[in-house]
């Protein structure tokens, strides 16, 4: 069966970055060179067991697992979990009109929600403010508050009647840990159920764990900013930036961005590319520069991130 071609969380990110990638991701013939396995990846970096120390904090919190990519399925079991009045659920994922999204931490209170994105990154608590600078960037946060946006923008369309603040759960680089060998405590197993791959020893509990080493950032004056004014688009609002977004995705078209410096980084990369092995990069070069000299050029601006990431 061909698979929906859905707007996630990563491909609106992706976009972000530059819209044209849109167009060449998830394609075979595509080189991308970011490609790697994206649970060793995230291992690697620590998330995984950042995430399973943030559930600890909510001991009655249940987990939805089932194929990743079953997207339907892992949405009608968080949509059975929401009939309850209060719950916590962890992974949690909602479909709706071609968008897709899981949240890390969901915690529901009759209306009241809270969207908890967890990460692996650290900051002062105690010397925190807030993350809007007067540039009109969010000081290098912005793709994470984009994305935790994103997640509001499609739970907010599933159920309207919610009320969602959003925080964002970060290492706190004012703690300590007061318990030795936190890290034991948070094995990696191959075969798990859950998506972090990460197991508690057996009998762990909150209490074990000690004195807190992650801290809650309340993002919704970020997050209200770029759902009403969208900064990182001038001429969208966001609403009209994820349609835009949505539409080619699902009618595989490409998004036109004018090349520039922001394409060094690109991870659609071959460097010999063939009809087999395709790059992305040189397509967009090729095309551009062709016109260019035959003074065809009307490129938009890239309206998106790269100009505003810190
Ligand atoms: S080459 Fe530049 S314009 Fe093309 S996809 Fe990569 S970053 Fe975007």
Known sequence: MKKPRLLTKSRFKLAL????????TRKREYENQADTDSFLEGLAQGGFQV???ARMEHPNGVAITGDDYNYQLVA??????????????????????????????????GNEIQLIEVKAKSISSSNH???????????GWDSYLYDIAFQKYVMQLCYPEWKISASLKLVDKDATTSVDGLHTCFKIVSNSDLRTGIEKKDGLTKEDLGDTILCTINVNEEIDLILTQNPADETRSFPE???????HYQSDSKIFTEI???????????????????????????????????????????????????
Not at 17 to 24: A, G, N, S, V, W
């Open 17 to 24: 970055d530059c819209p044209t990638k849109l167009f060449y």
């Open 51 to 53: 995430e399973e120390l």
């Open 76 to 109: 009608n079991r968080t949509k059975e979990l929401l009939k309850q009045e209060n719950v916590c659920i962890f992974e949690p994922a909602f479909l709706i009109d071609g968008l897709f999204i899981r949240v890390d931490i969901l915690v529901k209170k």
């Open 129 to 139: 403010n807030s993350f809007i600078k007067s540039t009109g960037s969010f000081g």
């Open 241 to 247: 930036l994820v349609n835009y977004f949505r539409e």
């Open 260 to 310: 520039g410096s922001h394409c060094k980084a690109c991870e659609f990369k071959e460097d010999n590319p063939t009809a087999q092995e395709k790059s992305g990069f040189h397509e967009c070069w090729t095309s551009q520069l062709q016109l260019s000299v035959s003074k065809k050029l009307a490129m938009p601006a890239n309206p998106c991130l790269s100009a505003h990431a810190a």
